[in-house]
């Protein structure tokens, strides 16, 4: 049996890791193909490192670009690259620009579609990533959800696929990788002390096109002044920065340790020193709460609504007034459940169900 992993993103290629283990564990042939939305060697290459992945079988190297260039560039490369590739299973993760266009390609080459990740719904239509997982789930053969609450989604939208409940990959990376952070270096080099700073990050598409959701952040920094904050820019935001002349009023504040984005173990060694993590980020959001880290989340909704019981996860928007409140607030102590995000041993459960289903 042959499997297809399409992955182009951060966030992809972190969830294709363990799952890519346990697909040539079971004797599965695995080919990774790689779309080239990310590039820079720290928003991709130190991916495949830190989690021992082989080299991709195929690059696509879109590159950057507007969603419509990206998606149309991938679908055409992928179909030329992968149709005379015998494919039983197209793999795609999560919600980026690599996973509609990857299962566009699938549907339209009639291969089988499986979308780990499936059923989640911030119910927010202006993040792209909300349209590209509700397109992705109706796309797909085969629809491997991570919570109960992903499966109910599925439910109430009469879903063509079959739905799988396999628990989230999180919970195993975290476990493998926590381990892994305790050797990282990433504390020593800035200089840090556990627990003493608040970890930043904020990419999305909605947060960074606003000049005045930059100016909140700076607001958060210049009226916490004897807060110290770790910000590990993506590049986005770093351009948007300097478009927005904001980058040397940032520059300028001295509690504020701005890093290129680090690689993911030096990443979980950061957040789990943290007293608390600030961000718009989709997986940080559930790794924190895996992590017991509280989370301060940039956004007015949420997609992994199991964070938000017992306050472990707090939405503010990129409101400045409601950033410092958060932070300033007690930790939560109760009111916590990692079972919400299964047992653990998701990509086992997702190589044996794709064993039995894809013959
Ligand atoms: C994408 C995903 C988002 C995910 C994020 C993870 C979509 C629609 N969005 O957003 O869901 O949370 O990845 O980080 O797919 N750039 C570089 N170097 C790179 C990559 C990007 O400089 O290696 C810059 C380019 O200027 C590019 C911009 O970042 O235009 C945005 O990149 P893009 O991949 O389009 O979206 P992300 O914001 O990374
Ligand atoms: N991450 C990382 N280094 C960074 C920032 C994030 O390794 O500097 C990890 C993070 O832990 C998460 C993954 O990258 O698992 C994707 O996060 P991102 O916020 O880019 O995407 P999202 O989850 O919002 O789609």
Redesign the pocket.
């Known amino acids: 049996m042959k499997v297809a992993s399409i992955v182009g993103?951060?966030?992809n290629i972190?969830k294709m890791g363990p799952v890519h283990k346990s697909l040539n564990g079971s004797g599965i042939e695995h080919l990774i193909v790689h779309t080239g939305q990310h590039y820079d060697y720290e928003m991709s290459e130190i991916?495949f490192h830190d989690f021992e992945l082989p080299k991709p079988d195929i690059h696509l190297g879109v590159g950057s670009g507007t969603s419509c260039f990206q998606i149309g560039e991938i679908i055409q490369l992928l179909e030329r690259k992968i149709t005379e590739k015998d494919i039983d299973l197209v793999l795609v993760y999560?919600?980026?620009n690599s996973t509609i266009a990857g299962a566009i390609c699938a549907n339209k080459c009639n291969m089988k579609l499986g979308h780990i990740e499936a059923g989640l719904r911030s119910y927010d239509f202006t993040m792209p990533?909300e349209n590209n997982r509700i397109l992705t789930d109706h796309l797909s053969n085969y629809l491997f959800a991570p919570t109960k609450n992903a499966v109910n989604n599925l439910k109430k939208e009469k879903i063509r696929g079959k739905v799988y409940y396999t628990g989230d990959l999180s919970v195993e990376i975290i476990a493998t990788i926590k381990a892994i952070s305790r050797q990282s270096k990433i504390l020593d080099i800035l200089g840090l002390k556990s627990r003493s700073y608040f970890l930043v990050?904020m990419?999305?598409a909605e947060n960074t096109s606003s000049r005045d959701y930059f100016i909140q952040l700076l607001k958060t920094f210049e009226s916490l002044i004897d807060s110290t904050f770790v910000f590990?820019i993506?590049p986005r935001t770093k351009k948007m920065f300097k478009t927005f002349g904001l980058l040397e009023r940032l520059l300028k504040c001295s509690n504020v340790k701005t890093l290129l984005?680090?690689?993911?173990i030096?990443?979980?060694a950061l957040?789990q020193n943290a007293l608390k993590v600030v961000?718009?980020?989709?997986?940080?959001q559930k790794?924190a709460y895996l992590l017991k880290i509280p989370c301060i989340t940039i956004r007015k909704n949420t997609e992994w609504v199991e964070t938000i019981k017992g306050h472990w996860n707090v939405l503010t928007g990129v409101d400045s007034e409601k950033i410092v409140d958060a932070v300033k607030r007690p930790s939560p102590r109760s009111n916590y459940s990692k079972s919400v995000f299964g047992n653990g041993k998701t990509s086992g459960i997702i190589s044996e169900l794709i064993s039995s289903i894809v013959q």
Request: charged share 25%; net charge negative; hydrophobic share 30%.
């Open positions: 993103a951060r966030p972190v991916f999560g919600d980026t990533e990050t990419h999305r590990p993506h984005p680090v690689g993911y030096d990443f979980i957040l961000t718009d980020s989709g997986g940080i790794e």
